[in-house]
Nanobody
């Protein structure tokens, strides 16, 4: 079975930094897009950042220049380096991967359990 284990969330002051990690385990044939969604209380879920297999990245406008997404495909891991954090970044962050799994013909999306990021003074 596929599992995504997230880590790195926590409480930081405005202007601080956090690095989120998401390590996927499973019998993968291939992993394609990886990324991070976030959802604040009472707000719509939004795609904060994603990275394709070839390294192409996309960010929501509000985090551009402050967040950096990266991946280590060999380790089935995606990272989100967050700097200059703002209270508006407070949310539950969920990582995801799009992957082919041994024995499954379709490309599926798998989700992490979520990690809380709180930015407050």
């Amino acid at each position: 079975q596929v599992q995504l284990e997230e880590s790195g969330g926590g409480l930081v002051q405005p202007g601080g930094s956090l690095r989120l990690s998401c390590a996927a385990s499973g019998n993968f044939v291939g992993i394609y897009d990886m990324g991070w969604y976030r959802q604040a209380p009472g707000k719509q879920r939004e795609l904060a950042a994603q990275i394709s297999r070839d390294g192409t990245t996309d960010y929501i406008m509000s985090v551009r220049g402050r967040f950096t997404i990266s991946r280590d495909t060999a380790k089935n891991t995606v990272y989100l380096q967050m700097s200059s954090l703002k209270p508006e970044d407070t949310a539950v962050y969920h990582c995801y991967i799009q992957a082919y799994v041994v024995g499954v013909a379709a490309l599926n999306t798998y989700w992490g359990q979520g990690t809380q990021v709180t930015v407050s003074s």
